[in-house]
């Protein structure tokens, strides 16, 4: 089965984030496919390449990583959303003249006809993090 | 066959900037051809209503993406019954140019109508 998800929280603002890291890992362990993750709304905070939580507490950043080079799966992360919350690539950053980019490597920034698309030719989506 | 996409709104718009982002990824979806349905309940019925004043808090209003809903082919909205009736509300608050509004008593049998269902 082909399966896209939905991030909209940040990584350590709730367990919503390492739950959808959790699921897309037990995705691609039982053969499904996995096609894509939308990182939307603060969601797109899991692209950032710069926090650094306490060694003892979980790091969701590498595990996405590693999922990314193992399956191929697509990161993307809203460049909408980004920029709002300042998540930006390299060419984001110079382009709107920001001081810093931050964007992980493994993720790209995408728009939202790649949620639109996702849901078009995912057997399942499935949203992380959305309203209680 | 079950349709398509539904964009469900669920969050008072400016409490919660899922409001205004849901709003977008249903213009998005549109523009890529895949007209969503959209279904307000709970607090998003708050986004559809008149006279909002939403620069009192520096915040951009609503407004402009849902009266966007009708151009890019979404032509209908689906609210919720009983959350206007909960909050005291009557459908005549309610001043969308270009968009018919189809009041629904049953939301979970509407919601199971749908392949994927986008909740915001």
């Given at each position: 089965?082909?399966?896209s998800l939905v991030v909209?929280?940040?990584?350590?603002?709730?367990?919503?984030?390492?739950?959808?890291?959790?699921?897309a890992?037990?995705?691609?362990?039982?053969?499904?496919?996995l096609l894509r993750v939308f990182f939307y709304?603060?969601g797109v905070h899991n692209g950032s390449a710069?926090?650094?939580?306490?060694?003892?507490?979980?790091?969701?950043l590498?595990?996405w990583q590693?999922l990314q080079r193992?399956t191929g799966v697509e990161l993307v992360v809203c460049i909408a959303a980004a920029q709002?919350?300042?998540v930006l690539s390299q060419s984001e950053a110079?382009r709107?003249?920001?001081?810093?980019a931050n964007l992980a490597e493994g993720f790209e920034l995408g728009g939202l006809g790649q949620l639109?698309d996702a849901?078009?030719?995912?057997?399942?989506?499935?949203?992380?993090?959305?309203?209680? | 066959?079950?349709?398509?996409?539904?964009?469900?709104?669920?969050?008072?718009?400016?409490?919660?900037?899922?409001?205004?982002?849901?709003?977008?990824?249903?213009?998005?979806?549109?523009?890529?051809?895949?007209?969503?349905?959209?279904?307000?309940?709970?607090?998003?019925?708050?986004?559809?209503?008149?006279?909002?004043?939403?620069?009192?808090?520096?915040?951009?209003?609503?407004?402009?993406?849902?009266?966007?809903?009708?151009?890019?082919?979404?032509?209908?909205?689906?609210?919720?019954?009983?959350?206007?009736?909960?909050?005291?509300?009557?459908?005549?608050?309610?001043?969308?140019?270009?968009?018919?509004?189809?009041?629904?008593?049953?939301?979970?049998?509407?919601?199971?109508?749908?392949?994927?269902?986008?909740?915001?």
């Open positions: 089965m082909k399966f909209y929280s940040a990584p350590h603002a709730g367990e919503s984030a390492a739950t959808a890291l959790r699921f890992q037990a995705v691609a362990r039982q053969g499904h496919q709304a603060d710069l926090p650094a939580p306490p060694q003892d507490e979980q790091n969701l590498r595990p590693l193992e709002r919350r300042g110079k709107l003249e920001r001081p810093a639109a849901s078009a030719h995912s057997d399942r989506l499935v949203t992380f993090g959305g309203p209680a | 066959m079950s349709l398509q996409t539904l964009i469900l709104c669920r969050r008072a718009p400016y409490g919660s900037a899922l409001a205004r982002e849901g709003l977008e990824a249903a213009l998005a979806s549109a523009a890529m051809d895949q007209i969503p349905d959209l279904l307000f309940s709970g607090d998003g019925i708050f986004q559809l209503l008149d006279n909002q004043a939403p620069e009192e808090i520096q915040q951009k209003s609503l407004l402009r993406n849902l009266q966007a809903l009708p151009l890019f082919g979404v032509e209908r909205i689906h609210i919720c019954q009983q959350s206007l009736n909960r909050r005291g509300i009557g459908v005549d608050a309610i001043a969308l140019p270009g968009l018919e509004l189809t009041l629904v008593e049953d939301t979970g049998a509407l919601i199971a109508r749908y392949q994927h269902v986008l909740s915001f």
